[in-house]
């Protein structure tokens, strides 16, 4: 305690504005993936998803551009008095940005709309003054992202992240002069010192490219980690820094000779899988200090570069949910965090809504506005200012970034469990468990549909598909294992299935789909669409093959039975994948069929992958099954499945896990990414209640454990496996379905305001909706028109003390 006081008063005697270990251990906050958050320093509220934050060349403000789902705007924040003053909604938008030298101009990427948008900046207030227009709007496919500006040359440099090009644009005239393409997917763009070179971070492409300003021509290409996005500068302009996002790595590039002369791991341990995402760069004023925003692991980590090639680490600061990105004025550092501060229930979920104009089936104009706490949108960014810390505040808040940390290199290799369980604690250690079976559902709460589980934590107000809907998951969780502690790490389907099969979502994919999902076109880029966006190691499968795991999947990753992965190819059985149009009993009957050719052959694989989707349901369109026959199919088909893998030869040495990809379509009072899962099979424990906090990545980890494999990254090394779920004593007893209580066949038949909205609805590919405006639909199709949802605002992610935790 005396030696946290001593750093208390040094750092402020040095104005530094330190914190102790204790103040910040006293306002830890606990997230819904297992880690926690100290922020340091003092934290401003900020829009959806910063991304991007320039200052002036006077340093008097600070420009964010917030790029999430929900409302985008551009904000200012009035450097010394630490506040945002001025808000600017812009209809789409995506990092790009630059103050102009004279600093009475903002220029801003339009993102889709493919325009650069420029602001006047005066007394604090931001006035929209001109566009620069690249092309037509989305579909067209352009995509700025970032940007830079010569003042002097009246020019302005812009790279994309769709047709993956450079455009130099005249400012006096505001046209095209000059098109390039890159080859690949671009981040942003920097002007050397002198304005000859501008440097180009190839994000799809793994280069840092030179490009001729006078000549228009790219004159070098420089190899550096996976996914590079963001760069910086040293004063001189001498070095370059580049930050990789899948390496967990920023490399050093000696400009002159044109070579990396350095590359410094910015995990928090030595060889370290993905899972940092290093994602951002600033130098200190003096250039000694480089601060890298580890995006997934909530801090900045800080190395002394004042001697080009040998660098050294010197500690972590804790920053808030998610940073995107870092600056330095003086002794202050400045960081933009994605997602904020917290997790939060939603207890009045993605349902009803607050703007009439918004919505085609609010009943009349004098029907109460209703709140929306759909989970794309729900967690706001934050700015962190933190006093540049001495080397006693920086080896306190280094260990808080470690206690924060659930990952250790020794969680590789060993986890948490017990001696004698079917959930071994090393990995490569047997199991009596031989097959794995992973099923994938879409979009559910726990409320939603297991609230009215007396012996589980639910809200009843909050249930749209309960016990008459879904009785066979009920009776899972009645003779199985309930699990109401279990939350997805995702946000939505596009990150849900990465996350799902490969523990942990690229900065790609977690910068771009808030856009599509917001209607501000783009396009969906999961499930192994977009190569870009895929995990470095690849998924599951990946991991499965460079461990000599058999393995098949069933629509899972693998459209219109084509493998959308290049590991599938060959392990992609017939079955028909994302399809509303086909019930998933009928994928079950694809199943047995495959499954029986293979139990007979001797030939089942050690991990099936398989979706069942239809809980998603089509809403009220008309003449589509309604969401209740849509569930109850999902249901059945899940009932059938344990039923006739339970009466096989191989049940004795099987597992299932069942999961939702997501929880983004409804409400929950715990937290909005709580969501229901299934643990079935011989060794798993009959009538049992586990209130231990699990997530996607500790059944994925659970699955490796089984499979004799090592985590593919930091988070399912983190995370905890559910062997509490299991005994060493094993119930080969078969489970028997039960049938549906709703009529498969019923249809939506009545037409109202919200059959027309679902008529308006593309579901070719699951989240290729408006969903918020979906999920509204879908709430008012179960509870009626009027229907307002109740139910307490309690969240389980609050402050923790430290002496309150346990191990899980």
Same mark, same amino acid.
């Given at each position: ?161 769709? $047709? ?13 002069? @000059? ?124 190395? $002394? ?46 349902? !009803? ?124 969780? $009645? ?63 990946? @991991? ?99 039923? @006739? ?23 929950? @009072? ?96 699951? $989240? ?21 949802? !109740? ?18």
């Amino acid at each position: 305690m005396r030696l946290g006081f001593l750093f208390v008063c040094l750092a402020t005697a040095l104005g530094l504005n330190a914190q102790s270990l204790e103040t910040l251990e006293q306002n830890r906050v606990q997230l819904p993936n297992g880690w926690h958050l100290t922020p340091a320093g003092k934290n401003i509220t900020l829009g959806d998803l910063p991304l991007n934050m320039v200052v002036s060349r006077d340093k008097k403000y600070i420009a964010v551009t917030n790029n999430g789902q929900s409302t985008q705007m551009i904000q200012l924040v009035d450097v010394r008095k630490e506040m945002v003053v001025d808000s600017m909604i812009i209809p789409k938008s995506w990092y790009g940005l630059s103050f102009s030298a004279n600093g009475q101009s903002l220029y801003a990427s339009g993102g889709n709309d493919n325009w650069i948008l420029r602001y006047n900046v005066l007394n604090g207030k931001l006035s929209l003054a001109d566009s620069i227009i690249l092309g037509k709007k989305w579909p067209n496919k352009i995509s700025p992202a970032g940007l830079a500006v010569d003042d002097a040359a009246k020019k302005m440099f812009i790279v994309t992240k769709e $047709d993956n090009s450079l455009y130099v644009v005249d400012l006096s005239t505001k046209k095209t002069i @000059h098109k390039l393409a890159l080859g690949a997917e671009a981040y942003t763009c920097l002007l050397s010192n002198d304005k000859k070179t501008l440097f180009i971070s190839l994000w799809g492409g793994d280069k840092v490219l030179y490009f001729n300003t006078a000549t228009n021509q790219l004159t070098d290409s420089i190899a550096v980690g996976d996914n590079p996005n963001e760069l910086t500068l040293s004063r001189k302009g001498t070095y370059l820094y580049v930050a990789n996002a899948n390496d967990n790595s920023v490399s050093i590039i000696d400009v002159a000779s044109k070579r990396v002369i350095e590359t410094l791991n910015a995990a928090l341990y030595p060889n370290a899988p993905s899972g940092s995402t290093s994602n951002g760069v600033a130098l200190s004023e003096d250039d000694r200090k480089l601060y890298i925003a580890n995006a997934d692991n909530n801090c900045l980590a800080v190395f $002394d570069v004042s001697t080009p090639g040998k660098s050294k680490s010197e500690g972590f600061i804790p920053v808030g949910w998610y940073p995107t990105n870092v600056k330095v004025i003086g002794q202050k550092i400045y960081v933009t965090n994605g997602k904020g501060l917290t997790s939060m229930a939603n207890p009045k979920g993605p349902n !009803p809504v607050g703007k009439k104009q918004s919505v085609s089936y609010q009943q009349s104009d004098n029907q109460k506005p209703e709140v929306v706490q759909y989970i794309a949108g729900l967690f706001k960014g934050s700015l962190s200012i933190i006093g540049r810390p001495n080397e006693k505040q920086l080896s306190t808040y280094s260990q808080l970034v470690y206690s924060n940390t659930p990952y250790t290199k020794e969680k590789e290799m060993t986890a948490q469990g017990e001696e004698g369980n079917p959930i071994p604690m090393q990995a490569g250690k047997p199991s009596p468990i031989k097959h794995v079976f992973y099923i994938i559902k879409e979009n559910r709460t726990y409320d939603q549909v297991l609230g009215d589980v007396a012996k589980g934590n639910g809200d009843t107000s909050l249930v749209l598909f309960g016990k008459e809907i879904t009785p066979n998951q009920h009776k899972l969780v $009645d003779e199985f294992v309930l699990l109401d502690n279990f939350y997805v790490d995702a946000e939505v389907s596009a990150d849900g299935h990465n996350w799902s099969m490969g523990g942990y979502a690229t900065d790609f994919l977690e910068k771009n789909w808030p856009t599509s999902y917001g209607g501000r076109g783009g396009t969906y880029p999961g499930e192994g669409q977009r190569e870009i966006a895929n995990n470095k190691g690849g998924f599951i499968w990946d @991991h499965c093959k460079r461990n000599n795991v058999s393995f098949r999947t069933y629509g899972e990753f693998a459209d219109d039975g084509k493998p959308n992965i290049p590991v599938l190819k060959g392990h992609v059985a017939p079955y028909i994948g994302w399809d509303l149009s086909v019930r998933d009993t009928v994928r079950f009957n694809q199943w047995v069929k495959d499954f029986d050719s293979l139990v007979a052959a001797n030939a089942l694989p050690q991990l099936s992958t398989m979706r069942f989707g239809n809980d998603h349901t089509e809403g009220a369109r008309i003449g589509r099954p309604t969401p209740f026959a849509h569930v109850a199919d999902n249901d059945l088909a899940v009932g059938l499945f344990i039923e @006739h893998l339970s009466k096989s030869p191989v049940w004795k040495e099987s597992v299932v896990f069942i999961l939702e990809d997501d929880a983004q379509n409804g409400p929950d @009072h715990v937290d909005a990414h709580r969501s229901p899962a299934y643990v079935v099979g011989p060794y798993v424990k009959r009538n049992f209640v586990d209130h231990t906090m699990y997530s996607t990545t500790g059944i994925l980890r659970t699955m490796e454990l089984i499979l004799g494999m090592p985590p593919m990254t930091q988070y399912d090394a983190a995370a905890t496996p559910l062997w509490r779920c299991f005994t060493n004593q094993p119930n080969t007893t078969a489970f028997t379905h039960l049938p549906a209580n709703v009529d498969l066949n019923d249809k939506n038949r009545s037409p109202n305001a919200l059959s027309h909205a679902s008529e308006k609805f593309d579901f070719s590919k699951e $989240d290729n909706i408006p969903d918020l405006e979906f999920t509204r639909v879908l709430w008012k199709t179960v509870k009626g028109l009027n229907a307002q949802v !109740p139910g307490p605002s309690r969240s389980a992610f609050v402050k923790v003390a430290k002496e309150e935790e346990d191990d899980d």
